[in-house]
């Protein structure tokens, strides 16, 4: 199983990014998705998951009204589209995935990919 993360990047505060994870190795839409970033020193936080079908998803308050989480099941891609960069959102960002929803939103997913830096400059 392989979970790859692109799309990071530097960009100014009120930017966007969008940010890529392509699996393989796994029977794709029968796992749940997730969005996960990590500071140097901190803990991994949640941020965004999505469930099988895509049809419903959950973003965290700080993040809810700028953000939109995506999959294309066709394609076994996740997406993460981030608008109005703020600096507080500069993180490593993690995509993961599980067969259980609980599993991404505990953040315990089985499947981890590599991370995809995002700096956000004020």
């Known amino acids: 199983v392989q979970l790859v993360e692109s799309g990071g990047g530097l960009v100014q505060a009120g930017g966007s990014l969008t940010l890529s994870c392509a699996v393989s190795?796994?029977?794709?839409?029968?796992?749940?998705l997730g969005w996960f970033r990590q500071a140097p020193g901190k803990g991994r936080q949640g941020v965004a998951f999505?469930?099988?079908?895509?049809?419903?998803?959950h973003l965290i308050d700080s993040v809810k009204d700028r953000f939109t989480i995506s999959r294309d099941n066709t394609k076994n891609m996740l997406y993460l589209h981030m608008n109005n960069l703020e600096p507080e959102d500069s993180d490593m960002y993690y995509c993961?995935?599980?067969?259980?929803?609980?599993?991404?939103?505990?953040?315990?997913?089985?499947?981890w990919g590599q991370g995809t830096e995002v700096t956000v400059s004020s």
């Open positions: 993961a995935a599980d067969r259980s929803w609980g599993a991404v939103v505990r953040g315990t997913p089985t499947y």
């Open positions: 190795g796994l029977t794709f839409d029968d796992y749940a």
């Open positions: 999505i469930n099988y079908t895509g049809r419903s998803s």
